[in-house]
């Protein structure tokens, strides 16, 4: 008996491990790499980056992906970079592609490193819990398809905190991996659309609009798919009321 808890220590250790890792490598991450990926960075390496994808076209797209989903599985700077260098290199299509394939590779890794750390014993206490807390769960676990594509569409919700969330509720891999892929395709168009066009923005020496996905004709669209997001969860609120 008095083994156990010896035993138990390091099991606990070994399963947080790859989360402390991962939040490690993103404190050095932000300040060893700030200075590299960045969009000066990518303005003054632009024609040797092009000269390479011409020559080596595919093995530029592994190593773009590898790249995008170790710094999004890392959490290390310059995500949005990436996703303007995708445009940059592989024009709108197919660089939204790669953009989406490579941040959803990245936030898996973080989604089952805090599940396997934290998320199991996290999500049974709060399925045991009372109350408030309890309702909030519950509410979650009824509409999960809902509020995963939510907090992937709403571009308030960092991207960080939308992986992380789902690993503590209990959210199945596979509704993860589907609500993230395809909820941050909309904004991944955008920001890939104006990758694709800093040729021109070098040209004249200026930087490229990134608030653009805030302007009318931009974001009005993707409310509108937030909306319907929400819609299911308002239709089961509406019924619940009138006891159908």
């Known amino acids: 008996m008095t083994d156990m808890p010896e035993t138990a ?16 490598v993103a404190v050095l991450g932000a300040y060893f790499l ?8 990518l303005a003054e390496n632009r ?10 076209y595919a093995l530029t797209v592994l190593v773009f992906i590898a790249i995008y989903t170790v710094t999004v599985a890392f959490s290390l700077p310059g995500a949005l970079i990436l996703t303007l260098s995708g445009g940059f290199l592989f024009s709108t299509f197919p660089g939204f592609l790669f953009n989406v394939t490579g941040a959803t ?6 989604f089952l490193a805090a599940r396997w750390g934290f998320g199991k014993q996290l999500g049974a206490k709060l399925e045991g819990s ?5 309702k909030i769960k ?14 992937r569409l709403v571009p308030a919700v960092p991207f960080f905190l939308a992986n992380l969330i789902p690993s503590f509720l209990e959210v199945p891999l596979r509704r993860f991996v589907i609500s993230t892929f395809i909820g941050i395709i909309p ?15 070098f040209a004249k ?40």
């Open 34 to 41: 700030r200075d590299y990926l960045t969009f000066d960075a």
């Open 105 to 110: 590779i990245g936030a898996t890794a973080i």
């Open 205 to 244: 020496g200026e930087t490229p609009n990134l608030g653009i996905i805030f302007e009318p004709h931009i974001l009005l669209p993707i409310i509108g798919l937030c909306v319907l997001a929400v819609l299911p969860i308002l239709i089961k609120a509406v019924r619940g009321k009138k006891g159908l």
């Open 130 to 134: 009372d109350g408030i807390v309890k």
């Open 47 to 56: 024609e040797a980056l092009i000269a390479f994808r011409d020559a080596n």
């Open 9 to 24: 220590a390091p099991s606990t250790l070994m399963k947080r491990l790859p989360i402390i890792v991962i939040g490690v």
């Open 138 to 151: 519950d509410g979650i676990d009824e509409n999960q398809w809902s509020m995963l594509f939510l907090i």
């Open 187 to 201: 904004g991944s168009i955008v920001y890939t659309s104006v990758g694709a066009g800093l040729g021109e923005v």
